[in-house]
């Protein structure tokens, strides 16, 4: 993580000799390489810079991300247990856990010293309404004030919000924040046009840059080897909302890994969240049908790691998201210039 963070950021011991409590609020857990490498490298580095501290992942998958880091975690919201809470719940279009949510934030922030959104591109609506991320980051934000525990960005991503509604509901957290740092300029100076004052905030590298990278691992038959990045693209509104054009997507891909299978390239299939294996059988199953050998086997890779192991196995990459982060980190190494999102999103 870049150093800037650790000189700035609100995690500093205690003053009277206790471990700081510090949680890190995200969407880590659901099975997106992108958001859990960056929780990963979020969390090497406070073990580096504090290793008395107590780390609590607030997320969307807490079993996961205990099983994988070894920290606490602990659910973003609060949703009920019993399956007849949950039926009544979803009945009366979640309105209880939604409400119930806000004493949870408050009652849970008092658990820590300081709670920070780490890496991502978590300032949006992508796939949302208002009430899931904005009202979340909200949320939080106003728990951990009332409560007197520091708030703060570190190293986010932010893109334009379409609905007003959500950005109504964002726009009063930076103001909520004890420090905030960006990802990329551009998150920065969409944040300033929101009317935030952000002529003095830093921009920072992504998280995901302070992990280590795999080993070179490409072949030597003479193929060259074409890694394709493909997801479970259903566009900004969601998956009703989305569904032609997730099949024109498709059938685009799939256009488009025949054409190298034509010209005689290998190809690897990278995906960077667990949904995106439902396209990958498509493209497989197309393959199979021609017979042509040119693909290779694609497994789900858990890991940003484990990610970057795949694309050292590619001579090019065709990517976007998590996959072409991957890449930059696997081709540039990790301490190149902050080229972020900005750059996986071009």
């Not at 994988?68 to 279009?93: F, Q, S």
């Not at 920072?204 to 990045?229: F, I, M, Q």
Request: aromatic share 8%; glycine share 8%.
């Amino acid at each position: 993580m870049h150093d800037q963070v650790g000189r700035t950021a609100p995690v500093a011991a205690d003053s009277g000799g206790r471990p700081k409590r510090i949680a890190t609020l995200g969407w880590q857990g659901a099975e997106n390489v992108g958001n859990d490498g960056c929780l990963e490298a979020f969390v090497a580095f406070v073990r580096r810079a504090l290793p008395d501290a107590h780390i609590t992942a607030i997320c969307a998958g807490p079993a996961r991300v205990r099983a994988a880091l070894g920290i606490d975690a602990i659910p973003m919201r609060w949703e009920p247990r019993a399956l007849a809470l949950r039926a009544l719940n979803k009945a009366l279009l979640k309105a209880p856990s939604l409400f119930y949510s806000w004493s949870y934030a408050v009652k849970r922030a008092d658990d820590f010293d300081v709670i920070l959104v780490s890496g991502s591109g978590l300032i949006d609506n992508y796939r949302t309404t208002v009430f899931d991320r904005p009202a979340t980051l909200r949320r939080w934000a106003y728990a951990a004030k009332r409560r007197g525990v520091k708030f703060g960005f570190v190293s986010v991503g932010a893109n334009p919000i379409r609905s007003w509604l959500s950005r109504s509901a964002l726009r009063p957290v930076p103001a909520l924040t004890a420090y905030r740092s960006y990802g990329d300029e551009g998150s920065r100076a969409y944040m300033h046009s929101l009317g935030v004052d952000e002529s003095e905030t830093p921009v920072c590298p992504d998280l995901a840059w302070a992990l280590p990278e795999p080993p070179a691992a490409r072949g030597d038959d003479g193929r060259l080897t074409v890694g394709v990045g493909v997801m479970a693209h259903y566009g900004w509104k969601g998956i009703r909302a989305g569904r032609r054009l997730h099949e024109a997507y498709v059938a685009k891909t799939i256009d488009f890994v025949d054409w190298l299978a034509d010209q005689g390239y290998r190809i690897q299939l990278l995906v960077g969240e667990r949904a995106d294996m439902r396209v990958v059988k498509k493209i497989e199953e197309r393959s199979r049908a021609a017979g042509t050998g040119a693909l290779a086997s694609t497994r789900w890779t858990p890991t940003l790691y484990q990610l970057m192991e795949e694309i050292q196995k590619c001579d090019v990459v065709v990517a976007q998201e998590e996959a072409l982060l991957a890449t930059l980190l696997a081709t540039a190494g990790t301490h190149s210039s902050p080229r972020t999102r900005a750059e996986a999103r071009a």
